[in-house]
């Protein structure tokens, strides 16, 4: 099986050939010294990101909000929140990012609002409001909400009772996070001048919110029995979603310089995700994440492979891969907290055909925080994965006062600083795959296809022309001989054992490697 293709002699698009680094403002680094991160410290970290080789940033909401969710509540979307700076600071990041040679995205809300939102308070001033139709009113009897939905993280109905209009109002997620209603044109028309504003601004791209939500039936009818007490943001696909996105599309494609959107389209399967795509006219990528619920285990990974290229092939859409983010577990909190397969889990995502997506710490090899119930904020529970990146290795960390979350475990040895100055780190291993990755064009965008492997072990080959890699990895604790029929070279391995050298034949304990066939120079 071959991967999706580049065509010869044609410059990859940046969304396609580049490595995207999520940075979760509140826990990235903190200048104003009130324990949250900001603007101005994601900007005083930016030589971090361009020793490590990312080429693209994308930062989750930043915006004016109450913080319900953490931002996900958005109440002007066109403003910077203080607790993270102003407009002037985000123009000083975003110079700062482009003068260094990356790029800037931004986490784009489009199936909700706050409820404190200028257009939700008019809209819910009263029934005759001109965006009265901005949001999804419903009939009904107070006791009784207008169909069995669920929302997320209450578990609850998703419909509020609004008592001085007598009407119910749709909301996916939290009572303060009220739903768009995106057949209204206006709304359409609103949502994409914020796209505007931001993309004259400069910015590169979006990340979009639970974009699959958007298009709803206008009878917004029941679950089906099979579906009841299940949660609609992981069910939600309707066709007239893909109207929504191709009008999303054309808002893009008026700027220069390949503005890009990735979608998260949260159904867990490479078959439904792949329509978002469109024929190259809706999403530019969109999240696959099958592998953020998945084992560590060779045959599971093998068959998300093949299934997602198999899935986004026939219409040549890009795939993406993500290990960790915001709203998951650490992948090496999920993989029992080894470092080893952090690490080889490290060679996997970066070598695999597609776009990969690191999430802040990811690179220090970090696991989730043990937060207690007194500190805990987030109502999703998520506050874990969220904690603050350790920069230095004393008491402090880098942040002036204590943080709003606890640390990570260890965060000393796994500080940016300590990994700095060992060359055998995660933090290096990282570099180096972002080196291989820049400098093979195999790895970046070449085709993909399996190799014989024994059991518990992945292997592959990417190529590109004569340039050619050869990945395994070894899911099992213990070593596994792995014979090539060819001579190799160790251009990079997870334990960095043996790189530069001649490929012996045999990998370590839940090692990763990526070999130079013929021994023509090591990557990395």
């Known amino acids: 099986m071959t991967g999706p293709r580049v065509p010869p002699g044609t410059e990859p698009p940046w969304w396609r050939s580049g490595v995207v680094y999520q940075v979760y403002p509140r826990s990235f680094a903190d200048s104003s010294g009130d324990g949250v991160g900001d603007l101005e410290g994601i900007r005083s970290r930016l030589d971090h990101l361009s020793w490590l080789g990312v080429d693209v940033l994308w930062l989750s909401p930043i915006y004016r909000s109450p913080m319900a969710d953490a931002g996900y509540d958005i109440a002007d979307h066109c403003d910077i929140d203080p607790l993270f700076g102003d407009l002037p600071a985000f123009d000083r990041l ?202 560590w285990d060779a045959g599971f990974w093998r068959s998300v492979v093949e299934e997602t290229l198999a899935a986004l092939g026939p219409g040549e859409a890009w795939p993406t891969w993500v290990l960790s983010n915001h709203d998951n577990p650490r992948h090496r909190t999920r993989y029992g907290g080894s470092e080893a397969r952090a690490r080889a889990a490290a060679v996997l995502l970066l070598t695999l055909p597609g776009t990969p997506f690191l999430y802040a710490g990811e690179e220090l090899g970090l696991e989730d925080a043990v937060v207690p119930p007194d500190r805990q904020v987030d109502p999703g529970g998520r506050d874990g994965c969220r904690a603050p990146l350790p920069w230095t290795a004393d008491a402090g960390h880098g942040w002036p006062p204590e943080p709003w979350l606890p640390f990570p475990p260890d965060a000393a040895a796994r500080s940016a600083a300590a990994q700095r100055e060992d060359p055998t780190s995660v933090l290096h291993l990282y570099r180096r795959l972002l080196a291989a990755r820049r400098g093979s064009p195999a790895l970046a965008t070449g085709t993909w296809a399996a190799a014989p492997a024994p059991d518990g072990v992945l292997a592959y080959t990417r190529q590109t022309g004569d340039d050619r890699r050869i990945v395994a990895v070894n899911f099992t604790d213990a070593p596994v001989g792995l014979p090539l029929g060819e001579p190799a070279t160790v251009g990079i391995s997870s334990s960095a054992r043996g790189e530069g050298g001649a490929w012996t034949g045999s990998l370590g304990p839940g090692e990763a490697v990526v070999l130079v066939p013929g021994g023509a120079g090591a990557t990395g």
């Open 94 to 295: 975003l110079a700062d990012v482009h003068d260094r040679g990356m790029r800037l995205m931004l986490d784009w809300v489009p199936n909700h609002t706050s409820d404190q939102h200028p257009w939700f308070r008019d809209s819910r001033a009263s029934r005759s409001s001109p965006r009265r139709n901005w949001y999804l009113w419903r009939d009904g009897d107070p006791g009784t909400p207008p169909n069995n939905w669920l929302a997320q993280f209450t578990g609850g109905p998703a419909w509020t009772w609004d008592e001085r209009t007598a009407q119910w109002y749709l909301h996916l997620f939290l009572p303060e996070q009220p739903d768009l209603n995106w057949a209204e044109p206006a709304v359409r028309e609103a949502m994409h001048e914020v796209l505007r504003f931001w993309l004259r601004r400069g910015v590169d791209g979006f990340r979009a919110d639970v974009v699959h939500l958007i298009g709803k039936d206008p009878d917004l009818p029941d679950h089906p029995p099979e579906l009841v007490g299940t949660n609609v943001v992981h069910t939600h696909d309707l066709p007239v979603t893909h109207e929504l996105l191709r009008g999303i599309r054309a808002v893009l494609d008026e700027f220069p310089g390949d503005r890009a959107m990735v979608g998260e389209v949260n159904l867990r399967s490479p078959a439904l995700i792949a329509p978002y795509y469109g024929a190259g006219d809706e999403l530019h990528l969109a999240f696959n994440f099958v592998p953020l619920s998945g084992p």
